[in-house]
């Protein structure tokens, strides 16, 4: 199995057309298990295949909403213009949610802390950001966050990120995702005074629900009626 991709859009393409042929039946999707591959050029964030029609719109609206540090959904309203209905469906009787990762990391400052770490100890295996916490279970009624850390490590002089997932959707969680953690990386590097290294990234479930799949044969077809 391939495991290392110049960009997002890349590693992109690779799974979907993987988890069409490979992936098995599981919970209203088709899944890979235990997925991990490095991205080499972490600031090539833009997913260009036609038949996905990614909005960077939106997922730098979501990055700004991580940077607010709010877990209110109404912030990504005002940031975006709207809230898409996958937030409305998670957030609590507050209009609050889990998910929202920069609230997460802002928690305990754990970004500061990593940020010091690598400035003060560059060979340190601590710099590690937690997000999902099984302690905190009873919180996770309406969102649970699909991420459990990310790790960054000095190498070669240059700062590496590992992002580690319980559960990845390629269509939607992967290609936002991929965006706000390479923000976020590119943050850390700035912070920091590295250069940019490599992004892995390892989910333990990998996977389309059944809606998304032969999407890409879906847009050839329409291609086909209207020519």
């Not at 979907?16 to 919970?27: C, M, P, V």
């Not at 991990?36 to 964030?45: I, Y």
């Not at 309406?142 to 959707?169: E, G, H, W």
């Not at 998304?212 to 044969?217: I, P, S």
Request: glycine share 6%.
């Amino acid at each position: 199995m391939e495991t290392s991709f110049r960009n997002a859009d890349e590693a992109f393409k690779y799974y979907y057309n993987l988890i069409h042929a490979d992936g098995i039946d599981f919970s209203d999707t088709r899944t890979l298990f235990n997925v991990g591959f490095t991205l080499r050029k972490p600031k090539e964030t833009w997913i260009t295949s036609s038949f996905r029609q990614w909005n960077e719109k939106y997922a730098e609206a979501e990055w700004e909403w991580y940077l607010s540090g709010s877990p209110c959904t109404s912030t990504l309203g005002e940031i975006y213009g709207k809230v898409p209905q996958i937030w409305r469906r998670m957030e609590n009787e507050n209009g609050e949610v889990n998910s929202n990762y920069g609230h997460q990391w802002e928690r305990g400052y754990q970004l500061d802390k990593v940020v010091a770490m690598l400035k003060d100890y560059p060979n340190t295996r601590q710099a590690t950001i937690s997000i999902y916490d099984g302690k905190e279970m009873n919180k996770y009624r309406n969102d649970t966050p699909c991420t459990y850390a990310v790790q960054f490590t000095i190498l070669n002089n240059k700062l590496n990120m590992c992002v580690t997932m319980r559960s990845n959707d390629l269509w939607y969680g992967f290609c936002n995702d991929q965006y706000c953690f390479s923000q976020l990386m590119q943050m850390v590097s700035e912070r920091t005074g590295y250069e940019l290294g490599e992004y892995f990234h390892f989910a333990h479930n990998l996977h389309l629900y059944n809606d998304k799949l032969g999407m890409d044969n879906m847009l050839q077809r329409k291609a086909d009626y209207y020519a």
